[in-house]
């Protein structure tokens, strides 16, 4: 199957041609941007040290997506949704955990507006 043609960096005035949005320098500008202007302060704390260990443990007791298994699919499980958001109020109990594959985690934050969401 024929690839996508490559198309012109995002950026302002950068003529360099990419498969994504932006250019590989760019993407990594346009990264840290977003974690110093665009996203909220507090997820650096909310999303630490213990974050990554109640994350791996969890991993561990869960391998498959939730959201998968109850449609009958088996697909490993590659992130942890808060099922009430943290900023909400919510906590890193199990009870409000899921194990999620890539694409019903990203269904899911896009249909909650969680990354787009103004403070």
Known sequence: MPTKPKRPCSYP???RLTAGRFCEEHTKQE???YEKHDRDPDTHKRYGRAWRQVRSRYIAAH???EKCMER???TPAQEVHHILPLSRGGSHDDANLMAL???C???ITARDGD?????
């Open 31 to 33: 990264a840290r941007r």
């Open 115 to 119: 990354r787009w969401r103004t403070r």
């Open 105 to 107: 985690h990203s269904e």
């Open 63 to 65: 391998p498959l997506c």
């Open 72 to 74: 009958g699919k088996l």
């Open 101 to 103: 594959c890539k694409p």
């Open 13 to 15: 005035s950068c003529p």
